[in-house]
């Protein structure tokens, strides 16, 4: 019989979003988090699954070869509409821009999961969740931006807070599009 022994060992989140830490203190899991520094450019012709995915080993690994133990978790989060990838905005003007382009519409988000054992085993996984924006006005966009929510978000919103007043659908994993699928976080850290 398999025992959870994973469930009670401390993570080292290789972020500082207050949204994956709030995440990990809503399971119960036991976490340090300590800021990655990685270039989160996207590659010439790279799919959407593939930049996340990267981007959350690159966190994962710049962070775990600042210790000598531990496991560590990296993780990235995007926003896909029409082929499109929305990163996080450079200004309000391009979060007006983003939300512009989510209105009314079906999106994805993506988030990209790795796990390091340091020193030894490397898993690697993304989740897709599938959310619908209500149609909204121009002042509507222009009042969430107002709010300040939309910084530092990729898609320019943050559905665990007042952006949640526009959604009308989603199909797949809440937490997946607040920052980090925590099943795939738990099925992953059983593996290593």
Known sequence: MKTNTHLREKLILASSSPRRKELLEATGWTYEAISADIDESLLPNEEPAAYVQRLARAKAEEVARRLQSGLVLGADTTVVVENQILAQPR????????????NGKWHEVLTGVAVIRVGGETRVGYETTHVRFA???????????????????????????????????????????VGLPIRLVYELTAQV
């Open 91 to 102: 200004d309000d003007g391009d979060a007006k821009r983003m939300l512009s382009l989510l």
């Open 135 to 177: 149609e909204m006005t121009s002042t509507e966009i222009g009042w969430y931006v107002s709010t300040g929510e939309a910084r530092g978000k990729a898609g320019a919103y943050g559905i665990q807070g007042a952006a949640g007043l526009f959604i009308a659908e989603i199909k797949g994993d809440y937490f997946n599009i």
